[in-house]
């Protein structure tokens, strides 16, 4: 029988002290932040661990003591044409807290002056405020609020504070972190001088990440254990490219050598543009193939970038409709579009379309929305493809065709607004609803007009055949 991956069956494995506390234990964090760590320690540049800490509640994932926190990553992709395939058992997480099963021994993280660092990614939602919180909670519900709690009690031990890393997929994360730590400091009242030591001795960092990480190869299992020589239920698969902007002091880089290791990290004053980069030229696409793949039948982003329409409708809408409204040199644009392309069409990784098309709407609002609108401002034209996506994700969220997985508020904007069997009306309520934009888009010149058209050839003709049709050429706004 194959043995456990476990310190008990492979004692060799090399250890290191914790320097490093990390909200969050899933796939991507796992994949990202300690594979890092791991980079560093074997060229003896950092010489640390995390310890993981549970932000939610629930069970805790038992594999995590029966491994001894040890996994494997799986690296399976395409890197500059070249088919890459690694593993490597990661030695750089130390333990899993729950602070819902041992809140003291969450808050006892606060003692120890070799922890210097916090990461985290609790999802774009777990940078938010909870005015149910409080100090007297065992645990606060909130990551922040957790966080605060961890903080105070390092403050109340006359203690240096920390360099924090949040690795949520929102912007300027680092900012709006620390503006909740401090809202939730003045309802607890921790004081002017809790404030003060957390402004003068803590170092909030905005970041950006990029990484696709797959999670745990169901289907190849069995296989790779054989391959490996033992079992292991934590494993995690993930692509060969790697990024990491950080947004930070100038001593930074000293204290966390990624860059000295060879890693793809970025210590920049601004992280604005890297960020634009990232969410219009890799996530946009993404969103924008889903809902319109999935109309066609496909389920994954391979599948995708393989058909003959769609991986047109992939490059024209970045080559024409995405890179011309970013402001990075074309150069670096061009370079990194070709990069995403590449990833795309990683046959190791399944990214299926319908993950992607989880809480479309947001993601739509984030990626493609900002790009509409500032190619309607430049051109004063409408860009067809994207045009076309946003047309395909309304048809979605009728929920006859596809399953639409979304927040209550959301869902019920939609099924309000298909009570009515006017197209235009159905449009209007729509690009008028703040719930889901943030904003008014009934004003746009022509949108109306597009999408009802669009909406109308989908029904009649077909996700494929519109395509086909609609390769190439812009509608004028006309005011």
């Known amino acids: 029988m194959t043995r456990l991956l476990s310190r ?14 990390q909200f969050g ?46 996994y494997t990553v799986l690296i399976d992709g395409i890197a500059g044409r070249k088919t890459v395939r690694e593993h490597e058992i990661i030695t750089s997480a130390s333990r899993l807290i729950s602070p819902y099963s041992d809140y003291e021994g969450f ?36 990551f922040p609020g957790k966080l605060t709690a961890l903080l105070n009690r390092r403050f109340r031990l006359g203690k240096k504070g920390f360099v924090i890393l949040p690795c949520e997929l929102i912007d300027r994360n680092g900012e709006k972190l620390r503006e909740i730590v401090l809202r939730y400091a003045a309802d607890w009242g921790l004081g002017e001088p809790f404030t003060a030591w957390l402004n003068r001795e803590n170092t909030f960092c ?36 790697l990024l990491w902007v950080i947004e930070g002091p100038s001593w930074l880089p000293e204290r966390l050598p990624l860059v000295q290791a060879g890693l793809n990290v970025i210590f920049s004053e601004d992280l604005k543009l890297y960020r634009e980069q990232k969410v219009h030229l890799l996530n946009a696409p993404h969103t924008a193939m889903a809902s319109l793949g999935l109309l066609a039948g496909l389920q994954t982003v391979e599948e995708v970038m393989k058909d003959a329409d769609f991986s047109v409708f992939v490059r024209q ?47 739509f609002t984030t990626r493609l929305l900002p790009v509409l609108l500032r190619h309607v401002q430049e051109t004063r034209k409408l860009p067809r493809l994207l ?43 729509i690009l008028e609803s703040e719930v889901l934009w943030g904003l008014d888009l009934s004003d746009i010149p022509q949108l109306t007009e597009a999408l009802k058209d669009d909406l109308r050839q989908l029904e009649d003709n077909g996700c494929r055949a519109v395509l086909r049709q609609r390769l190439g050429g812009e509608i004028t706004c006309n005011d």
């Open 107 to 142: 808050l006892a993280l606060a003692e120890d002056d070799n922890l210097e660092f916090i990461t985290s990614n609790t999802t774009e939602s777990g940078i938010a405020y909870n005015p149910a919180d409080t100090l007297n909670a065992r645990p606060p519900s909130s």
């Open 206 to 241: 905005c970041t950006l990440v990029d990484r696709i990480v797959t999670g745990y190869p169901q289907e190849q299992a069995n296989e790779l254990e054989r391959e490996l020589g033992y079992q292991d239920r934590l494993m995690v698969a993930s692509e060969p490219y």
């Open 317 to 363: 809408l970045m080559d024409d409709e995405l890179l011309p409204r970013l402001h990075l040199p074309k150069p670096e644009l061009q370079a990194y579009a070709g990069a995403v392309r590449e990833r795309f069409m990683n046959p190791f990784v399944r990214h299926e379309l319908g993950a992607i098309y989880l809480n479309s709407i947001s993601k």
């Open 8 to 21: 008990t069956t492979y004692p060799d494995l090399p250890s290191y002290p914790e320097r490093v506390i």
């Open 387 to 429: 045009t076309l996506s946003f047309a395909a994700l309304l048809l979605g969220y009728r929920g006859d065709r596809l399953e639409r997985r979304d927040s209550p508020e959301v869902l019920a904007v939609f099924d309000e607004a298909w009570k009515t069997s006017d197209p235009s009306l159905f449009i209007q309520i």
């Open 25 to 70: 234990e899933g796939n991507f964090m796992r994949a990202f932040v300690p594979w890092q760590l791991q980079q560093m320690n074997k060229q003896r540049l950092f010489q640390g661990s995390v310890v993981m800490v549970k932000p939610r509640g629930g069970q805790m994932d038992e594999n995590f003591a029966k491994q001894d926190c040890l």
